[in-house]
């Protein structure tokens, strides 16, 4: 079991950026990918990105892409969301969460922090 850590969230204006650090209690050799989440009040928590533990492979959702950057630093076992160009809708709290090795689904969930993002 690992204790991760989101932060970096706040409030930025439409078009401004943030970046979002996801940082575990301690190195997890078992972490196969590590995604982040995000969910906004009324709505279904939806993926965003994910990278997986070398950091080669990575996957975002089609309303990120182009725009949200998801990187790691294994060394400081923390994990990275560079949001670049924020819109309105990307409003919501954001979770990152680890999937081990062999494992579908995530079992390791933060505590999650809020993006808002004005008009």
């Known amino acids: 079991q690992v204790q991760l850590v989101e932060s970096g969230g706040g409030l930025v204006q439409a078009g401004g950026s943030l970046r979002l650090s996801c940082a575990a209690s301690s190195r997890t050799f078992s972490t196969a990918t590590t995604g982040w989440f995000r969910q906004a009040p009324g709505k279904e928590r939806e993926f965003v990105a994910s990278?997986?533990?070398?950091?080669?492979?990575?996957n975002y959702a089609d309303s990120v892409k182009g725009r949200f950057t998801v990187s790691r630093e294994n060394a400081k076992n923390t994990v990275y969301l560079q949001m670049n160009n924020l819109k309105p809708e990307d409003t919501a709290v954001y979770y990152c969460?680890?999937?081990?090795?062999?494992?579908?689904?995530?079992?390791?969930w933060g505590q999650g922090t809020q993006v808002t993002v004005s008009s």
């Open positions: 990278i997986n533990w070398r950091g080669d492979t990575t």
């Open positions: 969460a680890a999937r081990r090795i062999s494992v579908n689904n995530y079992l390791d």
